[in-house]
């Protein structure tokens, strides 16, 4: 009796103990973290910032020059300066010149302490919004905003993104409206729907970043599509607008690459493949990325 | 005329004194060196010796000099020397048999040991064997870990049958512990381990239920992966890489509950012969590892069973005789019961509840073997198994808002049909095939209902029903032959041929939504897509264990296959090539070469083996996953009872299959070979077996030292290790029977942890056009699997407690601790954020002492 007891007492005296983690082994750098997304206007934002390592101390962002290639002729720089931006400080810059779709656009950031970053990438062709219609239709027992629109997938094209906004008024205000945009019921829509009906049920997460919805065309290359963009509908949302994005392919995977951890809860805990963020930037991290964006006009 | 004949008597004496005959030179070599002759009664010793007189130098001189230049050759086999003419030495006759227990039930891999000459081979999966042995005296010896050996002498002058028939399951200590022919010393492949039914059932088992799975995870090259999980990854392979033959048709449904139960019986299994390198030509179609399950026929004599209960499952296996000593069955039933429990439980908790709500919740497993065996007569038989496994988890929620009625009925279930109908044939002495007819159908089946319904003066009106299914099934259908022919006492080959054709149905989802009555006109929306594909796979082996000299030997293979897959044929040539080289009687080497190509997959997204996970053919587009390893290793018997061996192995493999993105836990099947991308795989590392085998205490040691590496470029630039790269792997158990009535046993486990993925960095954020306010801060990830969580460690110990009943049978109360010291091993860990912008992490463990209790009664 007297060892069952010493048995259980050394039990849960061990059962208290948990494992203690160090995270010496992992081996975070140091680097410069770069995004710019192009598009067909004037100004390219470049946002600069620094990478704060799991392990080891954050370099202090000193940028000491950046450089925007707009096929090979370098564009005008304009230094917006530093701002501390959710605990870690961002230098934006405004690279002006004329860009278009099929310009190569190549950016390159150097720091006195942090290697130099570059990062390189084409503008796409837009694709033309053709149909839109908005209306209100019943599914699966909820009112739902429907907008239906159509475009052609051109040959150049491979990846796109869609995202609605909606406008609101709030009550106190009657001059400005203010918009969001709003999340898609992706079982609607089987472009958008990554997932089977199990995944419902097992908790799985469908979750969009910044509600932007990417898709590409492999079930509709070189046709007419029509997507079916599903919103709870919402009373206080007056109108809305739908934005279509033509992506370049590092735009396309960062965006995938950002759903996929996000909604890859699994991962997280050890159960399945968690994948790398994605980068184009060579020295660094961060993303320079083309698109091109096309709207429709506010709808109700 | 006297003298002369006194002259001649003289001569010869003086002679004879000078040139004495062989056998009083045996006999003073005898008495001298302390060896014994053996050698045929028709050999004439009597003769003058040629070479000259014994000498004192060494015992190979003395027996140089004595039969250099007569007709008599001579083999030193510890202390005794054989001798034989060169004439009768060439001639050898076959003696072939049976290795059957008194019940009828064949005896996998017997020795059989000519303890006149020192050769020796072993029993085949049906017990059959052959030997060839010179003219004159021999006794033969049988003999099996559990059996009581048989001896028999008989003087052969030509080819005859001799059957062995051993008495089982006898107690340990009556055990005569001889080398076995299948031990890792003496079979010329790699990476071989054989279990028998006892090895099973003797150890610890999670929940006192034995498990073949759990019993593999602690053999050394094996991780088990996610702990609990029946997972098996070998020299560093992935899950579906494993071949599973139960009675030689395929499994692929190989667990129960999510993998906490393994989907084996192991009340009907008879051996297991595992390989994780060196495969035979006779197995193809998996590139990490073979297990070949052979389930037992029955007995011929009398009705027997074993009857258990346990924790969460029961076990019922009934044998005996349809006819005597020519039809046997074997029955076995696996079954959780947990859910009977459940069942009346969830009936009184429904009972206080109102307005008619309930809830019930329910999960039931259960596998069934069935085999029957027919003997035609001594040398040929038909059987047939069947097994059946199945999983069914369902929750029923009833609820009630007013006149407002929720219903919602979630039904998940899974399992395996295999049918087998062979035949096994003496065609002749040297001779004999197996023939057979193989069907299996593994599938799952997701299912959920949500039914909203108005209720108002006995009127029902639906407001909205939702139904979704999601299917997979996969039937295979194949037939295959296989001979065993000895034309030689130095050649055993093998060869055969089979064809499947493979069905796949991967996933076939539906969606509807039904929205008002259905009586009236209802807005409804129905989606359903379907997969289908198929393949065709032929293939022909042929092997060959060659004896090169008494020392040497190896086996030589080759399996060609021609897979038809969309209309396009792949032609997977694997050959396979083993040497083994007998240093001395206790210390041999070996070495091994295998190429294996596999083209089926299973196409997963997580590590937990779902029972969703769909298998899927290699395609026009997707290549057949090869690999090719290499093996040597030393092996060693100090004594009768500890060996020991070292093996060390490389292994590489290609076309490897990963999903690109994250696709969810039931990735769509349609696309599926649209999202997955082609990497290589690289594991090398060495492995140390140790066995101490006494009368009371077996212990085994089995350590690894490994590494594992991926590579595929889409998703990283560079390798990067596997998931579960468990640099050191230390498994120790040990059984000791303490008294005839009691007996203890233990595992430990230790190994590096399996590896995740953490951030490297925080970073700012992307901001998309339009977006406003601030950046976000989020993790950077790099390198895959770049963390190794904390060693992993475990004991678990358990004791057998056995009686007798009043009626003569014997029961076994078992209790089981898992986790005896409860080290809440981690399984994943979690970076955060501090407020001083440091990182830390924290880590998650769950699965804590897990004690069981099972009682056993044998009739």
Known sequence: MRSLLSYLIIVICLASCQDTISLDQIKGKNTLVVYAFPTNNDTIVIKVSASQPIQGKAEKLSITSVRCLTNGKDDKIVDVGYKDDSGTTVATYYAIGKHQSGDEIQITVNDANLATASAMTIIPASSAIGEVKIDSTFYKGSMYTQNRLTFEDDEPSTYYAVRVTGMYVPENESTKGLTEFVELETSAEPILNNYSSAEIEFGSWNDYYHNMYIFDDSSFKNKRATLHLYTLQKSWIESYKTQLFVLSPEYYRLLKSLNDIKNNDIGANGLSFMFSTYTNVNGGYGCVAGYCMEETAWKK | ?859
């Open chain 2, 1 to 859: 005329m006297r003298l002369v004949l006194f002259i001649m008597v003289l001569w010869c004496s003086i002679t004879a004194m000078g040139q004495t005959t062989i056998r009083e030179q045996i006999s003073m070599i005898q008495d001298k060196y302390q060896v014994h002759f053996v050698y045929d009664a028709q050999l004439n010793l009597d003769v003058q010796t040629r070479g000259g007189k014994y000498n004192n130098g060494s015992l190979k001189e003395a027996l140089k000099n004595l039969f250099d230049g007569s007709n008599i050759s001579y083999k030193i086999r510890g202390h005794n020397i054989l001798l034989m003419t060169e004439k009768l030495d060439a001639i050898k006759y076959s003696v072939r048999g049976r290795v059957t227990e008194h019940n009828g039930e064949p005896i996998i891999n017997a020795t059989i040991y000519d303890m006149t000459t020192g050769q020796v081979t072993i029993s085949n999966e049906k017990g059959y064997y052959i030997i060839y042995l010179s003219p004159g005296s021999h006794k033969l010896r049988a003999s099996c870990i559990g059996n009581k050996e048989e001896t028999h002498t008989f003087e052969l002058t030509q080819n005859r049958v001799m059957n062995f028939v051993l008495d089982g399951h006898i107690a340990l200590s009556e055990v005569v512990v001889h080398g076995e022919r299948n031990m890792a010393l003496l079979t010329t492949q790699t990476g071989k381990r054989t279990f028998t039914a006892d090895d099973i059932n003797t150890e610890f088992s999670l929940l006192s239920s034995p498990d073949l799975i759990k019993t593999l995870q602690h053999t050394s090259g094996v991780s088990g992966g996610v702990e609990l999980a029946s997972g098996l990854y070998v020299h560093g392979g992935n899950g579906d890489e494993n071949l599973f033959l139960l009675d030689g048709s395929p499994l692929y449904q190989t667990n129960h509950s999510l993998g906490l139960f393994s989907a084996f019986n192991s009340d009907i299994i008879k051996n297991v012969d595992f390989y994780k390198s060196g495969f035979p030509a006779r197995y193809s179609g998996r590139v990490s590892s073979i297990t070949d399950v052979r389930t037992l026929d029955g007995n011929m004599q009398k009705i027997k069973g074993t009857l258990s209960i346990g924790l969460l499952d029961g076990r019922i296996q009934v044998e005996g005789p349809i006819w005597k000593n020519r039809t046997s069955f074997n029955v076995a039933l696996r079954r959780s019961w947990i859910d009977l429990l459940l069942k009346p439980t969830y009936a009184l908790l429904n009972t206080q509840k109102e307005d008619g709500e309930k809830y019930t919740f329910g999960y039931a497993f259960h596998d069934f073997n069935a085999k029957i065996t027919h003997r035609l007569n001594q040398d040929n038989s038909v059987w047939m198994s069947i097994y059946s496994g199945y999983d069914n988890y369902s929750i029923n929620d009833k609820s009630t808002w007013s006149r407002y009625v929720t219903e919602t009925h979630n039904k998940f279930n899974w399992g395996n049909l295999n049918f087998t109908l062979g035949g096994d044939f003496v065609l002749s002495p040297v001779l004999n095939t197996t023939i057979a007819a193989i069907g299996s159908y593994s599938h799952s089946l997701h299912n959920s209902e949500e039914d909203d319904t108005y209720h108002y003066d006995n009127v029902v009106r639906r407001n909205s029903l939702d139904l979704r299914t999601n299917k997979t099934k996969m039937v295979d259908i194949s037939g295959k032959f296989d001979f065993r022919w000895s034309p030689l006492a130095s050649h055993r080959i093998r060869f055969g041929g089979s064809y499947t054709h493979h069905i796949f149905r991967p996933q076939t989802t539906q969606q509807s939504f039904y929205y008002g009555d259905p009586s009236e006109k209802v807005d409804t929306t129905r989606v359903e897509t379907s997969c289908n594909a198929s393949s065709d796979e032929v293939s022909v082996y042929i092997e060959d264990e060659i004896a090169l000299t008494p020392k040497l030997s190896t086996n030589l293979g080759c399996s060609y296959t021609l897979t038809n897959v969309e209309s396009k044929a792949y032609h997977l040539l694997d050959p396979r090539f083993a040497l083994k080289y007998q240093v001395t009687n206790n210390l041999s080497i070996k070495a091994s070469y295998t190429h294996m190509s596999q083209s089926i997959h299973r196409i997963a997204s997580t590590f937990l083996e779902l029972p969703t996970d769909f298998w899927v053919p290699t395609t026009h587009d997707i290549q057949p996953t090869q690999s090719q390893q290499i093996v040597g290793g030393v092996y060693s018997q100090f004594s009768n009872h500890f060996s020991l061996s070292v093996e060390g192995f490389y292994k590489r493999t290609r076309h490897l299959l990963q999903y690109r993105n994250w696709m969810g836990l039931q990735p769509p099947a349609a696309t599926w070979n649209k999202n997955v991308t082609d990497g290589k795989g690289c594991s090398y590392g060495l492995e140390l077996d140790g066995t101490y085998h006494g009368t009371r205490l077996t212990t085994t040691l089995a350590y690894t030292l490994s590494w594992s590496k991926r590579y595929f470029p889409e998703l990283h630039a560079g390798w990067f290790a596997d998931q579960f790269d468990n640099r050191h792997k230390i498994d120790i158990t040990t059984r000791y029977k303490v008294t005839d009535k009691i007996s203890i046993f233990a595992a430990w486990t230790l190994h590096s942890g399996n590896r995740i993925t953490l951030p490297v960095a925080s970073i700012s954020q992307p901001q998309l056009p339009s977006d406003t306010g601030k950046s976000e801060m989020g993790y950077l990830y790099t390198e895959p699997n770049n963390f190794s969580l904390p060693t992993y460690h475990r004991l678990d110990v358990g004791a057998d407690f056995r009686s007798t009943t009043k009626r003569g049978n014997e029961r076994i109360w078992n209790i089981s601790i898992y986790n005896a010291y409860c080290h809440l091993n981690t399984m994943y860990t979690k970076v955060h954020k501090m407020e001083d912008s440091s990182f830390s992490a924290k880590c998650k463990g769950y699965i804590p002492i897990i004690p069981s209790v099972s009682y056993t009664i044998k009739f």
